[in-house]
């Protein structure tokens, strides 16, 4: 695990952002990805918590610019990873 906690700061934002009215919208995102961007790299950390966060929101929930900032991310961080069967 990094030095770095800006991974625990992410998951404890996504808390609130999904608190507030129980999705993820396309600036909540951004200002997750702001996150962990700031220090100029998106580390392994940071890519799990991001995936994580991700995996939870509904696909009747994404609208065009949410859909925009998803893909730009998964150019970013890659796929999320498959979950072993």
């Known amino acids: 695990m990094s030095a770095n906690r800006d991974h625990l700061e992410m998951a404890f934002h996504s808390i ?3 608190g507030n009215d129980g999705r993820l919208d396309a600036t ?3 200002r997750l990805v702001a996150i962990a961007e700031r220090d100029g ?3 392994p ?4 918590v991001l995936n994580n966060i991700i995996s939870r929101v509904q ?5 065009a610019a949410m ?5 730009a991310l998964r150019r970013k961080i890659g796929p999320a ?3 072993a069967t």
């Open 45 to 48: 950390d940071e890519i799990r």
């Open 81 to 83: 990873p498959v979950p």
């Open 16 to 18: 609130s952002c999904f």
């Open 28 to 30: 909540e995102l951004d």
């Open 67 to 71: 859909k925009a900032r998803l893909d």
């Open 59 to 63: 696909p009747h929930e994404i609208d």
């Open 41 to 43: 790299i998106i580390d």
